[in-house]
C-alpha cells in the first residue's frame, strides 16, 4: 500500500493525567494507521481508553507525548485558531449524544459548520437540504429537535457532520442511547454514506453487530492495541 493511502497515522500516543499524587497512564504507546476510504472500528471494555484515543485522533485533545498525522499534516503543531479551522474543514463528529442546538431546526443544525467557519452558508442551503435528503428527513427540514426522534436526531447530526465534506468522521458510541432497530439503521446509513463519498469513519462502539461490517476491528484493552481483526479489506465492497 502507498503511504498516501493513509489518511491518518498515531505513533506512540501516550496520555497521561495528574490525579493528585499519582499519574494515570491512560494510553501507553498507541501506533494505528487508517486507510482512506476506511471503517475502522474500535472496540474494548469501558475504561480502556478509547474516547480519549478517539478525542486525541480527531484533535479534541492533545496527546502527553507522540505524534498524529493527518495527510502527512501534524495538527498539533497549530496554533489554536489553526487547530480549530483545521478541525473544521477537515473532521466531522458523531457522539452519544446529538449535541444538536434545540433552538435551530434540523436545516439550521446541518448548516452549523459553515456558519462557524464564516463561510456565507446561504449558498450552502442546497448541500445541507441535499444531506438531510440522504438520511432519509427531507420532509423534516424545519423541524426542531424537540420534534425530532432519537433516531432522527442522530440521522441530523450524521449529515451535520458531512456537511463540511470532512476527510474523517470520529463517532463515539453512536448508537450508545439507540434500540436495535435505529442502531442497525443508522449503521447502514454509515455504509452507505461510506460507500457514496468515500469518507473515512473511526467509530468507537460496543456494537458486534456493526462492528461484523466495517473494514476493520481493533481492540483496544488497558491502553494498548489488544488486536485487530481485517473484516472486509477496504477496497473489497
Known sequence: MKKNDYILTASKLIKEYQTGP???????????????????????????GKSTLLHILGTLDHPTSGTVLIDGLNPFQFTEEELAHFRNRNIGFVFQFHYLLPEFTALENVLMPRMIAGDDWKQDLDRAKNLLGEVGLAERLNHRPSQLSGGELQRVAVARALMNNPKLIFADEPT???????????????????????????????????AGRANRVIHLIDGTIESEEIINPVNSR
Open 22 to 48: 499519582e499519574i494515570l497512564r491512560v494510553l501507553k504507546g498507541i501506533d494505528l494507521k487508517v486507510r482512506r476510504g476506511e471503517i475502522l472500528v474500535v472496540m474494548g471494555p469501558s475504561g480502556a
Open 176 to 210: 450508545g442511547n439507540l434500540d436495535t432497530k435505529n442502531s442497525d439503521a443508522l449503521f447502514d446509513l454509515i455504509l452507505k454514506l461510506n460507500q457514496k463519498y468515500g469518507q473515512t469513519f473511526v467509530i468507537v462502539t460496543h456494537n458486534e453487530r456493526f
